[in-house]
């Protein structure tokens, strides 16, 4: 119990880390805005502090709705549980995050909602179909037990493609590369953090809060296909996921109808290939 | 209530534009004013240097016909002065209702102030799977009646404010309106400081095309060569604090010459400095241009039809392969040096952005070339401002062909009007955004180069 | 809780509005923001309902005052209001009987005037800072 209680804290913990050194080797680059070393920290305390008259009771709802739904989901897969339930708790999470974009009303609110929408089938069909190519190969879809397996009999060899849409699907939630579908994230965008619109102060803290514990969601479930120990895969998944983020910032972003393109063709078609390999050869 | 022309009176009108438009006439500028109840229009035509005008007086409170059905370049000036003047401009077309429409499209609002938006303007779209099927733009957020309070005002006063009007093309106006006082009061200027202007109207466009680049590749997401461009204007910066204390070079220009000599010495050191952008720019350009994504994406935003181009001006014209030279209109000693215009062949956001980078590379070889050349002597022979009288120059500018009226009586401005480059290609922003993606908006509005604070005024 | 209000100011968003001028002092700002300046933590954004601080960039026309006015509704408390610029403080140059053009002052309650045609790239960053503490204090 206190292993899992100690990685909730650690995935937790972790993704702000890895902001903090984003920034920090974001804000060496000239042109850019110099920034403290904890700044994504000081950003989340301020938020919090800030008061809001017009946010509504929906804000609140939705952010905490979603704040908690990420949450249960980091712990259910810290604990090991079903891959399937993760991702069930996970739609809803999304599902939240959309539907506070769309009860927006705005524009941006609207289109971004649109977005969310593409973006949320793409993920849930590539976890479905890595889902059933991970059950072939490990017979379980207990992430505890995938964890030993790919530990013992590196299960990653039969799934490299399964990984690496499920990468891909982590890479569609931080809007990185051409897998960025324009929202949120990015605070020069044309829908200017429209996901996050009807929100702010300390629901966006909450929202951002959400977003965090997300990513390290999905950063756990890939550290599970890395046939090392557990921490040291983590740290593995942690560094390349740094690597596509400062990478990201010298490849230009695509038009979002044509990353919704590419996501279905490497995330989707990724998973498909490696699930008709698994079936039939 | 609105009085409207008879149909003879605006067919008698439309028939003398299109008289004119038959002979390849262009519209320079409307001139607007008002008196004893009536407002006095001066359609101002040109040709190869030739001028003509259309004068029109009309009741106040009335309609007239539209320029824009036989000039299309002519929508924004027209809406300046219905924003301005008790008139109202009618044409064929059907003002769209948005508020009905809204139940088919997606009413999108966008602006005035945005980080994406280089300056205030506010677009209302109606977007179907966010591609823009109808476009609204309201401007004026930026209007200061900088013509109108330059009436009456001393001329340098009236510099000080011109030099205001734009950050990246102050330096442009603030000459060509020195450049027609001048002409009427029959200053000649000297070698030097001809030569100096042009060195320094250089660097101005110099800085407004690195300015035009990071606002692209801001809306690239490229952060990389964000900061590389940074690091360029911060080279600029520094070349231009040998020569003022101010980027903008604002306060060197007066009546008769330049303000103060600049060493030869000085301005190698000045060349040193910039001449090291050269490398990056082309690297960058290179990079671009071998750029699959970059190149293909931008290919197929914001491309302008060849008979558009023509009545456009700036990049959005020489990159459909219109070789407009503005540099020939100056009276500055552009003839003597050497340089050929980069022109494309298609116009789309992707060709004017690698003309950007060609027309910074133009700029340095000038300045060098210039630098090179630079003769000794007086930087100023100022004689006195006597004479009265009106001129019309046209100079180049960082974006195109800027156009000034300068009306000038014992060193007092009596009339001026200004009409740069962004108040012709403004007028095709609306169509130009049918049919493009959001997400692409504001890449297409970037790679036009609107200089909207020296339009607006 | 010394240690929170020193918190509060090392993330500042800035929502910047360029009403009415030559924008030379916003480019002067996002200049700034790239120098090796001591100050950090400052970042732009393009959502006033994420935005902290708001700066104003030149002269403010009829139609620019609305906007403006709107804008500054939507940011939320506690929030400060900085001038940039001549134009943006007094009107400058522009700035007449009947011109029907505003001092920042006179549509907004101003924190902080950063005075000059233009300022320097140091002192807005300064001001920035500056107006937040005082903010922070008052709040």
């Not at chain 1, 950063?219 to 996921?241: D, M, Q």
């Not at chain 2, 219905?82 to 209702?97: G, H, I, L, Q, W």
């Not at chain 2, 999108?108 to 591609?131: C, I, M, T, Y």
């Not at chain 2, 911060?234 to 000599?261: C, H, M």
Request: with cysteine.
């Amino acid at each position: 119990m206190l292993g899992k209680i100690i990685w909730f804290f650690a995935v937790i913990l972790s993704v702000p880390v890895l902001y903090i050194a984003y920034n920090f080797i974001k804000s060496m680059m000239p042109g850019q805005s110099k920034t403290y070393i904890l700044q994504p920290v000081y950003r989340l305390l301020k938020l919090f502090e800030k008061k809001d008259e017009n946010a509504g009771f929906l804000a609140y709802f939705f952010s905490i709705g979603s704040c908690l739904f990420s949450l249960i989901a980091l712990y259910m897969t810290v604990a090991g549980f079903n891959f399937l339930f993760v991702i069930s708790v996970l739609s809803m999470m999304d599902l939240l995050v959309i539907t506070g974009a769309f009860s927006s009303g705005d524009f941006s609110g609207k289109v971004s909602a649109k977005r969310g929408i593409s973006r949320f089938i793409i993920w849930l069909f590539t976890s479905i179909v890595s889902a059933a190519s991970i059950y072939q190969v490990a017979g379980t879809l207990k992430l505890n037990e995938i964890s030993r397996l790919s530990e013992s009999n590196g299960l990653i060899v039969n799934l490299p493609f399964t990984f690496v849409s499920l990468f891909i699907i982590l890479l569609m939630k931080g809007n990185l590369m051409h897998f960025n579908f324009g929202i949120s994230g990015n605070e020069q965008s044309l829908l200017g953090d429209a996901l996050n619109s009807p929100y702010s102060g300390w629901s966006l803290a909450v929202i951002q809060l959400a977003q965090w514990t997300e990513t390290g969601v999905w950063l756990k479930i890939l550290s599970n296909f890395i046939p090392v120990a557990k921490p040291v895969s983590y740290g593995v998944v942690l560094f390349v996921f740094l690597a596509f983020l400062l990478l990201d910032g010298y490849i230009s972003t695509v038009e979002w109808k044509k990353a919704a393109r590419l996501s279905w063709g490497w995330a989707g078609g990724l998973a498909i290939i490696n699930f008709i390999y698994l079936f039939y050869y | 209530m609105l009085r409207a022309w008879s149909e003879k009176q605006s067919r008698s009108l439309i028939g003398k534009w299109f008289g004119y438009k038959s002979q390849d006439y262009r519209l320079l500028f409307i001139k607007a004013s008002c008196e004893d109840g009536f407002v006095k229009l001066k359609y101002i035509l040109e040709k190869n240097g030739y001028i003509e005008s259309v004068d029109v007086d009309i009741p106040e409170n009335s309609t007239i016909p539209s320029v824009v059905q036989v000039f299309p370049e002519g929508a924004q000036m027209q809406r300046e002065i219905a924003d301005t003047y008790p008139v109202r401009f009618v044409s064929k077309e059907e003002e769209t209702d948005f508020e009905k429409e809204q139940n088919d499209f997606l009413l999108v609002e966008w602006g005035p102030f945005h980080p994406l938006l280089q300056e205030p303007v506010f677009f209302r779209f109606l977007a179907k799977d966010d591609v823009i099927k109808k476009a609204y733009t309201e401007t004026g957020y930026n209007h200061r009646g900088v013509e109108v309070l330059c009436i009456g005002e001393k001329i340098p006063h009236a510099l000080d404010m011109l030099e205001r009007i734009s950050s990246v093309n102050g330096f442009s106006v603030g000459l060509a309106f020195l450049l027609a006082v001048e002409k009427i009061n029959h200053i000649i200027v000297p070698d030097k400081a001809n030569y100096l202007r042009l060195v320094l109207n250089e660097m101005s466009f110099l800085r407004a095309n690195l300015y035009s680049l990071s606002h692209i590749t801001k809306c690239l997401g490229l952060l990389s060569d964000n900061s590389a461009i940074f690091k360029l204007i911060s080279l600029f910066n520094e070349a231009a604090s040998l020569i003022s204390d101010d980027s903008q070079l604002k306060g060197i220009l007066v009546p008769g010459g330049v303000k103060y000599d600049i060493e030869n010495e000085t301005l190698l050191q000045v060349n040193a400095i910039l001449q090291d952008m050269v490398h990056e720019l082309t690297s960058i350009r290179n990079r671009w241009n071998s750029t699959r994504f970059i190149t293909e994406r931008m290919s197929n935003i914001g491309k302008i039809d060849k008979s558009v181009a023509r009545v456009m001006t700036g990049r959005a014209a020489r990159s459909a392969g219109i070789a407009e030279d503005t540099r020939k209109l100056s009276s500055l000693p552009y003839h003597v040096l050497s340089y050929k215009i980069p022109v494309a062949d298609e116009s789309n956001c992707f060709t004017r952005t690698m003309l950007m980078f060609d027309d910074s590379l133009l700029s340095l070889s000038l300045i060098e070339q210039a630098i090179e050349i630079m003769p000794r002597g007086d930087v100023n022979a100022f004689s006195g401002l006597k004479h009265k009288g009106e001129t019309i120059i046209r100079e180049p500018e960082a974006f195109g062909e800027l156009a000034i009226c300068v009306g000038v009586d014992e060193g007092i401005v009596s009339n001026i009007k200004i009409r740069n480059s962004s108040s012709l290609n403004f007028s095709f922003l609306d169509n130009l955004m049918i049919g493009t993606d959001l997400n692409e908006l504001p890449l297409l509005i970037a790679s036009l180069d609107l200089d909207l604070s020296a339009m607006e005024k | 809780m010394k240690w929170l209000n020193k918190i509060r100011i090392r993330s500042i968003s800035v929502y910047i509005v360029q009403a009415g001028g030559c924008r030379d002092c916003a480019l002067q700002f996002s200049m700034a923001l790239s120098m090796n300046s001591e100050k950090k933590g400052i970042t732009v954004t393009g959502n006033p309902k994420h935005a902290d601080c708001l700066l104003v960039c030149g002269c403010i026309n009829e139609r620019s005052k609305e906007k403006i006015i709107e804008i500054y509704d939507k940011i939320p408390y506690p929030k400060a209001v900085i001038a940039v610029g001549a134009c943006a403080c007094s009107g400058s140059l522009f700035r007449r009987e009947n011109s029907q053009l505003y001092a920042a002052e006179e549509v907004l309650p101003v924190n902080s005037w950063i005075r000059g045609c233009t300022p320097g790239q140091a002192e807005i960053l300064e001001a920035i800072v500056r107006a937040m503490e005082m903010v922070k204090e008052t709040d």
